[in-house]
């Protein structure tokens, strides 16, 4: 079983930046594929964010490449979404999510701990 809990979610400032972190527990850290995952209010999930279990290889959504940037630390066993020129659109909330898997993993069906989510506002 794994335990994951996001914090750094807040109101923000269109233009304006936050970090987001996850932090896990009760697995190796270092066996997990992480990602992350933004829900707005009455859209479906949509992935944001992934990072490979050695920190080597990530991948980002369209919507959010050159803006965010997912990094992780396999020895304070978390992951960091760095989120920068935040947008109106970007409101949402956020989770992280871990599966035991060497590959970037970009699907919802393929991850299989979540966290409970952050709330992100952005304001215009």
């Known amino acids: 079983q794994v335990q994951l809990v996001e914090s750094g979610g807040g109101l923000v400032q269109a233009g304006g930046s936050l970090t987001l972190s996850c932090a896990a527990s009760?697995?190796?850290?270092?066996?997990?594929?992480m990602g992350w995952f933004r829900q707005a209010p009455g859209k479906e999930r949509e992935f944001v964010a992934a990072?490979?279990?050695?920190?080597?290889?990530?991948y980002y959504a369209d919507s959010v490449k050159g803006r965010f940037t997912i990094s992780r630390d396999n020895v304070k066993n978390t992951v960091v979404l760095q989120m920068n020129s935040l947008k109106p659109g970007d409101k949402a909330v956020y989770s992280c999510?871990?599966?035991?898997?060497?590959?970037?993993?970009?699907?919802?069906?393929?991850?299989?701990?979540w966290g409970q989510g952050t709330q992100v506002t952005v304001s215009s």
């Open positions: 999510a871990a599966s035991s898997s060497s590959y970037v993993l970009i699907l919802e069906k393929q991850y299989r701990y």
């Open positions: 009760g697995r190796t850290f270092s066996s997990l594929a």
């Open positions: 990072i490979n279990r050695s920190g080597g290889s990530t």
